[in-house]
């Protein structure tokens, strides 16, 4: 059985279910913390505790970039989402796919 961590605060929809057991097997033990962390040693302490094969992440960019730097020997996913802007002009962003985050690099200045 695979375990997968998912740390957003975003409910796992049918689809995205549907898509990991697709992706890792149906035999999942998929975990969810909706904790907002301040920082990624909070992050990987989170994982530390749980222990998955697979984290998914809903996180902001600079603590998703210092967790690909962490040297974690597991995978970082997250969920891609499709944005549709409808007629009426409603907006909605269902589920698209999943990815693996191999590095994330943000170069910013100050202004």
């Known amino acids: 059985m695979k375990k997968i ?6 409910a796992l929809l049918r689809e995205q279910d549907a898509e990991l057991r697709r992706i ?3 035999d999942l033990e998929i ?3 909706s904790e907002t962390v301040p920082d990624v040693a909070r992050v990987l302490a989170i994982i530390e505790e749980h222990r998955p094969d697979v ?8 603590l998703t ?3 690909t730097r962490a ?8 969920a891609i989402t499709r944005r549709v802007l ?3 002009g409603t907006k909605d962003a269902p ?16 202004l």
């Open 5 to 10: 961590l998912r740390l957003t605060r975003h």
């Open 71 to 78: 040297g974690l020997v597991i995978p970082i996913i997250r």
């Open 95 to 110: 589920f698209s796919h999943y990815e693996r985050i191999i590095s994330l690099e943000i170069v910013s200045e100050r």
């Open 55 to 62: 984290v998914e992440v809903i996180l902001p960019h600079s």
């Open 24 to 26: 890792f097997g149906s």
């Open 86 to 88: 409808h007629e009426d």
């Open 31 to 33: 975990i969810q913390v």
């Open 65 to 67: 970039a210092a967790l």
